[in-house]
T-cell receptor, first 111, second 116 residues
Framework: GQQVMQIPQYQHVQEGEDFTTYCNSSTTLSNIQWYKQRPGGHPVFLIQLVKSGEVKKQKRLTFQFGEAKKNSSLHITATQTTDVGTYFCAGPGGSQGNLIFGKGTKLSVKP | DAGVTQSPTHLIKTRGQQVTLRCSPKSGHDTVSWYQQALGQGPQFIFQYYEEEERQRGNFPDRFSGHQFPNYSSELNVNALLLGDSALYLC???????????????FGDGTRLSIL
C-alpha cells in the first residue's frame, strides 16, 4: 500500500541551528500537508502544498513540494525552543482517499 | 469559537471490555474523522463520517465502529478491547467530505486509552 516516509526520526539541535525534515511518498501526491505536535498535545495543521515545485514560507519555516510531487521538506531557520515537537507530513491515500501520516520527525532544541 | 472537543481525556479499561469515545467538531465543520496514534507513531486513519454515514475507512477491524449525529458530533466504539488498542485516539473535523483528502484536519486533544 501507499507509504509516507519521513527522515530523520529524531533531530537534536542547539538553539539557533537550522533543522530540516524530509518526506517521501511511494506514489505521486495531489497535495501534502504538514502538522506539528507539541509534547502531550495534538497535531496542529501548519500548511498545505498543492503545486509541483511549490515553496511556501511561514516566518522561519520554509516548506517545499518536489517537482514530481512525491517528496517534500520542511526547513526551520535558526531554531528556537518553541519549535520543539514532532513534525508530520501527511498525504492523501489511494483509492480510500484517507490521509496518510508519516511517522514524524521529533525535534528537540537545546537552549 | 470552540475547537474540536473530545471526552473523556483519559480512560482505563481491561481486555475484552467495550469503550465509547466522543467528539464534537469545530463550529461550522460537518465531517469527523477518527485516528489512532500509538506512542512514537503518526496518526493512523480509522474512519470518517459525513452526513451521518461512514464514508471512508482505514485498515481497522470491525471491532471499531462509529456514529455521527445530526449535530455533527461523533462517537467511536471499540469492542472486545485488546492490549494493542492502547493508544491516543484523535478526532479531527473538517468541512466537506467530498474533497476530504484536501481539507486540513483540525484535531482535538484526544482520548488516552489504556488497556490493562
Amino acid at each position: 500500500g501507499q507509504q509516507v516516509m519521513q527522515i530523520p526520526q529524531y533531530q537534536h539541535v542547539q538553539e539557533g541551528e537550522d533543522f530540516t525534515t524530509y518526506c517521501n511518498s511511494s506514489t505521486t501526491l495531489s497535495n501534502i500537508q504538514w502538522y506539528k505536535q507539541r509534547p502531550g498535545g495534538h497535531p496542529v495543521f501548519l500548511i498545505q502544498l498543492v503545486k509541483s515545485g511549490e515553496v511556501k514560507k511561514q516566518k522561519r519555516l520554509t516548506f517545499q513540494f518536489g517537482e514530481a510531487k512525491k517528496n517534500s521538506s520542511l526547513h526551520i531557520t535558526a531554531t528556537q525552543t518553541t519549535d520543539v515537537g514532532t513534525y508530520f507530513c501527511a498525504g492523501p491515500g489511494g483509492s480510500q482517499g484517507n490521509l496518510i501520516f508519516g511517522k514524524g520527525t521529533k525535534l528537540s532544541v537545546k537552549p | 469559537d470552540a475547537g474540536v472537543t473530545q471526552s473523556p481525556t483519559h480512560l482505563i479499561k481491561t481486555r475484552g471490555q467495550q469503550v465509547t469515545l466522543r467528539c464534537s467538531p469545530k463550529s461550522g465543520h460537518d465531517t469527523v474523522s477518527w485516528y489512532q496514534q500509538a506512542l512514537g507513531q503518526g496518526p493512523q486513519f480509522i474512519f470518517q463520517y459525513y452526513e451521518e454515514e461512514e464514508r471512508q475507512r482505514g485498515n481497522f477491524p470491525d471491532r471499531f465502529s462509529g456514529h455521527q449525529f445530526p449535530n455533527y458530533s461523533s462517537e467511536l466504539n471499540v469492542n472486545a478491547l485488546l492490549l494493542g488498542d492502547s493508544a491516543l485516539y484523535l478526532c479531527a473535523s473538517s468541512l466537506g467530505a467530498g474533497v476530504f483528502s484536501n481539507q486540513p484536519q483540525h484535531f482535538g486533544d484526544g482520548t488516552r486509552l489504556s488497556i490493562l
